[in-house]
């Protein structure tokens, strides 16, 4: 074995290894060249380290794998970062939204796009979508974007309106929906991307200084609630390069695995090999849309549109099936958007047929978000091998909405079926699509156990999950649906060092099946990527 260069004592190890348990749990590890060399008691690990390497001690602190974060927007969010505030924290109602998009356009020179980010139609206290005569009180020598918190919308003033050459006969486009008052004059709001690409100014303009800014801000945020590795869910090509120079500077600190954009697919061949920092995972799909917008595909009704609309799929199914079975033929992973029971359908049809049309292909695919998804699904994951990412966090924010008006109590208790997944064998993760929702896994694993809303209900009790299987969520079984469980996910001899130091222990009583404690209010004192520090309290 080599020697150590660095060793931590007078902890708590919580490995999650197979077997583990409570009682007994290492107090120390030895780490060599990125990775874990030893495992075990204070004394066992400190006679490895001899007098060369470097002792950290750990003061009684709770260390656990390093948070793999499955499906969020690093480099789109840091860039976003620099618009306008519109979540509701920042911005409570529509007059709050345009007095902050006027503040911005007083000091941006005319004609300069004003972009916001954040806004949630269903949270602001006039419980609507913004309009174009909203957003010109704001300004009319500007135009002016904000950006739906699910990212599957936009609302544009009339400048930005005339920019995208949208009029009240202008078509809806496939997969896409121009939303129109009754007379059908657009709003001013797009959904879902085919709509939305209609603006030229929807995706960020970054020169590369720009991105790897961008990339550096998401970076320290990330690292400093024990992000270690993380997954960029929908990378444009002409955003990449930012990751490549950070990676070759030496700056891309945390293990970052990108899904590119479809149409960057023919270049997954051209842009380097990977590396410990930094891989490409495959390609990222829009299936269909957002639930709070009305445009996830569903198998039944929306609950609150009278019984006649199922949302639309964003892909034509036979666009979706020729994607995924080129992908899997090329032997790529998709990783694909499927909020509505009907997108999940299609989807595994996809690549069900993929894998019959490839059978020397062996590749991980995986579902994301999967808000709607059923049992009978659940079992045809299983047998097809696809994973589940599971954006948990829809519970607290958007789960009373989804139980009281877009779902129905039976559909809307059931979103986000954790403990079902679970229970099947099922590889999952779970994640937090920031910037739909803030980067933070203690919050989001603590969602997953106690399942409350934000209007203090629970939701679907028996979804609920134990600590275990909620940290297992963003480590041991996060690290299971890209197979990356040889290298992460687990404080063992050989994997990677990336690991977390708490500030208690979120194990306490790993086996309990009940809700208990409160894992949010832990807080992250230290977070280590291959034995090195890159945040400390």
């Known amino acids: 074995m080599t020697g150590p260069d660095r060793v931590f004592v007078n902890g708590v190890v919580r490995t999650m290894s197979a077997g583990e348990a ?22 066992e690990i400190l006679a490895l380290a001899g007098d060369t390497a470097e002792v950290v001690d750990l003061g009684g602190a709770t260390v656990v794998p390093g948070f793999i974060e499955t499906h969020l927007h690093p480099l789109m969010w840091g860039l976003m970062l620099a618009g306008v505030d519109a979540t509701t924290r920042a911005c409570p109602t529509v007059d709050a939204v345009v007095a ?5 356009a007083a000091e941006t020179p005319e004609g300069t796009l004003i972009e916001a980010w954040g806004f949630d139609d269903s949270l602001v206290a006039e419980d609507r979508g913004l309009t174009a005569q909203d957003l010109d009180r704001a300004s009319t020598r500007h135009p002016i974007m904000v950006r739906h918190t699910s990212n599957h919308g936009i609302y544009l003033n009339s400048v930005a309106l005339a920019e995208a050459g949208v009029e009240a006969h202008t078509p809806d486009p496939e997969g896409g ?93 051209d842009i380097g090999d990977a590396t410990p920092h930094l891989e490409i995972g495959g390609v990222k799909l829009v299936s269909d849309g957002s639930i709070q917008l009305h445009t996830a595909a569903l198998t039944e009704p929306y609950h ?39 997108a999940i359908d299609l989807c595994l049809d996809a690549i069900e047929k993929a894998r019959a049309a490839h ?12 808000q709607t998804l059923r049992d009978d699904q659940i079992r045809r994951m299983t047998e097809l091998g696809v994973s589940a990412s599971i954006f948990v966090n829809h519970v607290y924010y958007w789960g009373d909405r989804h139980r009281d008006r877009y779902l129905g109590p039976g559909r809307g208790e059931r979103i986000s079926p954790v403990a079902s997944v679970a229970a099947a064998g099922l590889p999952y993760a779970l994640h937090c699509d920031c910037p739909v929702t803030p980067v933070d ?21 028996q979804e609920r999950v134990s600590t275990r299987q909620a940290l297992a ?9 890209t197979r990356e469980d040889g290298v992460k996910g687990r404080i063992e001899p050989g994997l990677w060092a990336d690991f977390v130091v708490l500030d208690g222990d979120p194990l306490t009583d790993p086996d309990q099946a009940d809700p208990v404690g409160d894992l949010s209010a832990l807080h992250v004192l230290r977070t280590v990527v291959g034995g090195d520090t890159v945040y400390q309290a």
């Open 473 to 481: 969520g963003y480590t041991s079984e996060a690290a299971r649906i």
């Open 177 to 269: 929906v121009i939303v129109r008052f009754e007379d059908g004059t657009p709003t001013g709001e797009l959904r879902e991307l085919p709509a939305m690409s209609m603006f030229g100014g929807l995706m960020p303009s970054a020169d590369l200084e720009s991105a790897c800014r961008a990339m550096l801000r998401a970076q320290a945020e990330m690292a400093k609630v024990g992000v270690t590795s993380y997954h960029d869910l929908l990378v444009p090509a002409h955003l990449y390069p930012a990751y490549r120079r950070l990676d070759l500077d030496g700056r891309l600190q945390l293990r970052a695995r990108l899904y590119l954009h479809a149409d960057a697919a023919d270049q997954l061949d």
């Open 359 to 370: 059978p020397e292909q062996d590749v991980a695919h995986r579902l994301e978000h999967v």
């Open 22 to 43: 409570a009682a007994t749990a290492p107090t120390a590890v030895a780490c060599a060249a990125g990775r874990f060399v030893a495992v075990g008691t204070d004394a």
């Open 304 to 342: 609150d549109l009278g019984g006649c609309h199922c949302g639309e799929m964003a892909i034509a199914s036979g666009d979706l099936d020729r994607l995924v079975a080129e992908n899997h033929g090329a032997g790529r992973s998709v990783a694909i958007h499927t909020n509505g029971d009907r």
């Open 100 to 104: 902050a998009l006027a503040a911005r």
């Open 441 to 461: 896994p203690l919050f989001t694993m603590n969602t997953a156990v106690h399942r409350v809303t934000r209007d203090g209900h629970v939701l679907g009790a």
